[in-house]
């Protein structure tokens, strides 16, 4: 039973494992594609203005989300459904790499 439950959980870790790595963006493509976002969000991905979001360290997975949603209408900003609009699941999937791969967010503690 015990072998039945550890060749379960390796198929299940292998299958998410291979998910993951198949969804995954390009990190180095979001860097090229990360020009327009530059304007507002700063070469550092840690915003020109304080009012403008870090995307420096953010999680890929809610970067993906509200890009498509910026894309498809989900999300009201008149700024961002104009640089979204055109992007591809692959140009979100890429950008969302790249921010995340950078120090930022995730490194920032709460004092």
């Given at each position: 039973?015990?072998?039945l439950a550890a060749s379960a959980l390796l198929i299940i870790g292998f299958v998410f494992g291979s998910t993951a790595a198949i969804a995954g963006g390009d990190p180095e493509a979001?860097?090229?594609?990360?020009?327009?976002?530059?304007?507002?969000?700063?070469?550092d991905?840690?915003?020109n203005i304080p009012t403008y979001p870090v995307l420096a360290g953010q999680y890929a997975d809610y970067m993906e989300q509200a890009?498509?949603?910026?894309?498809?209408?989900?999300r009201s900003n008149?700024?961002?459904?104009g640089i979204a609009g055109p992007l591809s699941d692959?140009?979100?999937e890429d950008l969302a790499?790249?921010?995340?791969?950078?120090?930022?967010?995730?490194?920032?503690?709460i004092k």
């Amino acid at each position: 039973m015990k072998k039945l439950a550890a060749s379960a959980l390796l198929i299940i870790g292998f299958v998410f494992g291979s998910t993951a790595a198949i969804a995954g963006g390009d990190p180095e493509a979001g860097q090229q594609k990360s020009q327009v976002c530059q304007a507002c969000h700063g070469t550092d991905g840690k915003g020109n203005i304080p009012t403008y979001p870090v995307l420096a360290g953010q999680y890929a997975d809610y970067m993906e989300q509200a890009l498509k949603a910026y894309r498809d209408g989900g999300r009201s900003n008149a700024i961002m459904a104009g640089i979204a609009g055109p992007l591809s699941d692959e140009d979100i999937e890429d950008l969302a790499a790249y921010y995340s791969a950078m120090e930022g967010l995730k490194d920032l503690s709460i004092k």
